[in-house]
């Protein structure tokens, strides 16, 4: 798919019969492509073991689990939130979210709920786990006023690009007009079919070299069946470490790397998904299988926000489309790599350690067109260290001419009480341009000048 075609709106939406036959024949070509265009399945190349890798149906873009975007959308008349504001009444009336049905969009309903979201998103609209957020703000040139969240499930089936451009009929149809999508949030990933993660050894922290100061593993513990005089199995009731279980086996289900931003998980998908029964019969015949455990599957995701995607040089979904490959390069060979063995990180010999075989099939996962990316993380244009020196300095000042005695206390006191007086006042003294106070107008053009790309970019190294 080329970035012209993202943002482009469909003629006419497919009906579900429609999007359910060509998922399964997609599905088979899919899987007859991964495999060689062989009838019987073939190890992927980059796979010495043979086990097959999924990354997403061919349809669609591959291997996406979440997506978050906001739309920038110019009205050209007020349809669309008159009926939203219509059916938030009657769903406030009833304390409970009604199902509704969209003019022009056939009979299955959307569901309207009594409340929106934070951030000014008045109206909350959902299909399955397609969640839409309206607002009527004004503003639209430098904030979303449409937002949308898709689910994993509506990810892969009908798949994320069909549901994006149900998003944007309903726009368009309602005389929306969409000046740019930025991306917010998106999650990539891979299944890797066969490979049971118990036999991976990733819950040793010394085997990964990776930029996050954060690391969680998780295992299950197998269940004991009572407690006795002469206990054979089962913690013993002292505390909950390995050595108090007797007859215990645990088992290793997934890890967390790093946090917030940017975030690396790799887990068991089909322990994942014995929580979750709706999912079952979709990833199934995602993986193109008959029962979705038939087979061990281990999932590598990378969850990446806004803040990051952004010093990656990806802003908008065509951004992410041009650049997959090299955002998944540098997730998987600059932000966080899984060894063979525990690197020498005292002799800082990290750069010759092994990479587990494992992970070098992450690696070679082949996301199509290739562009390197680089993260720039931004900076301030000023020196905080610098002015703090100049605060000081005008700080001395200030004392000396109260007279401060020689202490530090005494310094902090009189400081502080001149600097808070005269925030105070310049707090209730009204800008002669805009109105608002003298303090915030004088803040918001010093937020400008040092954040000109915007103050959430300061997050996280490279």
């Known amino acids: 798919m080329t970035a012209a075609t993202v943002a482009a709106p469909r003629s006419r939406r497919m009906s579900e019969p429609e999007i359910q036959t060509m998922h399964a024949e997609m599905i088979k070509l899919?899987?007859?492509i991964l495999n060689g265009a062989g009838s019987e399945a073939v190890p992927h190349d980059?796979?010495?073991?043979?086990?097959?890798?999924?990354?997403?149906?061919?349809?669609?873009?591959?291997?996406?689990?979440?997506?978050?975007?906001?739309?920038?959308?110019?009205?050209?008349?007020?349809?669309?939130?008159?009926?939203?504001?219509d059916w938030k009444s009657r769903a406030q009336e009833v304390h409970d979210s009604v199902a509704v049905v969209l003019p022009g969009f056939g009979d299955e309903p959307f569901l309207i709920h009594t409340s929106g979201r934070k951030g000014g998103f008045a109206f909350h609209l959902s299909r399955a786990d397609l969640d839409i957020f309206f607002s009527a703000r004004k503003d639209w040139m430098t904030t979303p006023n449409v937002w949308c969240d898709i689910g994993s499930v509506s990810c892969w089936v009908p798949g994320w690009r069909h549901t994006l451009d149900l998003v944007e009929d309903i726009i368009a149809r309602f005389g929306g007009r969409?000046?740019?999508?930025?991306?917010?949030?998106?999650?990539?990933?891979?299944?890797?079919?066969?490979?049971e993660i118990g036999s991976l050894g990733l819950q040793s922290y010394d085997r990964w070299i990776t930029r996050a100061n954060v690391f969680h593993?998780?295992?299950?513990?197998?269940?004991?069946?009572?407690?006795?005089?002469?206990?054979?199995?089962?913690?013993?009731?002292?505390?909950?470490?390995?050595?108090?279980?007797?007859?215990?086996?645990?088992?290793?289900?997934?890890?967390?790397?790093?946090?917030?931003?940017?975030?690396?998980?790799?887990?068991?998908?089909?322990?994942?998904?014995?929580?979750?029964?709706?999912?079952?019969?979709?990833?199934?015949?995602?993986?193109?299988?008959?029962?979705?455990?038939?087979?061990?599957?281990?999932?590598?995701?990378?969850?990446?926000?806004?803040?990051?995607?952004?010093?990656?040089?990806?802003?908008?979904?065509?951004?992410?489309?041009?650049?997959?490959?090299?955002?998944?390069?540098?997730?998987?060979?600059?932000w966080a790599v899984l060894c063979a063995e525990a690197p020498d990180r005292v002799n800082r010999n990290q750069s010759r350690a092994e990479i587990h075989e494992f992970w070098k099939a992450v690696q070679a996962v082949d996301w199509g067109t290739y562009q390197p990316v680089f993260r720039k993380k931004l900076q301030?244009?000023?020196?905080?260290?610098?002015?703090?020196?100049?605060?000081?300095?005008?700080?001395?000042?200030?004392?000396?001419?109260?007279?401060?005695?020689?202490?530090?206390?005494?310094?902090?006191?009189?400081?502080t009480s001149e600097i808070a007086d005269w925030i105070r006042v310049k707090g209730l003294e009204p800008d002669p341009r805009t109105g608002e106070p003298v303090l915030l107008a004088k803040l918001k053009r010093k937020r400008g000048e040092i954040w000109p790309h915007g103050m959430e970019a300061e997050v996280h190294g490279a």
């Open 380 to 415: 301030p244009l000023k020196d905080k260290h610098q002015n703090a020196d100049q605060l000081v300095g005008c700080a001395l000042n200030i004392a000396a001419i109260e007279r401060c005695g020689d202490s530090v206390d005494e310094v902090i006191r009189v400081v």
């Open 217 to 334: 593993s998780y295992s299950q513990r197998a269940k004991f069946s009572g407690v006795e005089l002469s206990q054979t199995e089962g913690p013993l009731g002292l505390s909950g470490k390995p050595f108090d279980i007797v007859g215990s086996t645990v088992t290793e289900t997934g890890l967390r790397v790093g946090q917030g931003d940017i975030m690396l998980r790799v887990y068991d998908k089909v322990l994942e998904l014995q929580r979750d029964g709706a999912k079952q019969s979709v990833f199934a015949s995602v993986w193109d299988k008959e029962e979705y455990n038939g087979q061990p599957v281990t999932r590598v995701e990378f969850q990446l926000r806004r803040p990051v995607l952004r010093q990656l040089g990806v802003d908008t979904l065509s951004d992410l489309l041009e650049k997959l490959s090299g955002v998944w390069e540098y997730c998987v060979c600059r």
């Open 178 to 195: 969409i000046h740019k999508t930025g991306l917010s949030e998106i999650h990539l990933c891979t299944d890797f079919i066969g490979v």
């Open 46 to 85: 980059g796979i010495t073991w043979g086990v097959e890798l999924v990354t997403g149906p061919v349809f669609s873009s591959p291997g996406f689990d979440k997506l978050k975007c906001g739309f920038h959308v110019e009205w050209s008349k007020t349809e669309l939130l008159d009926l939203l504001g």
């Open 30 to 32: 899919g899987q007859a």
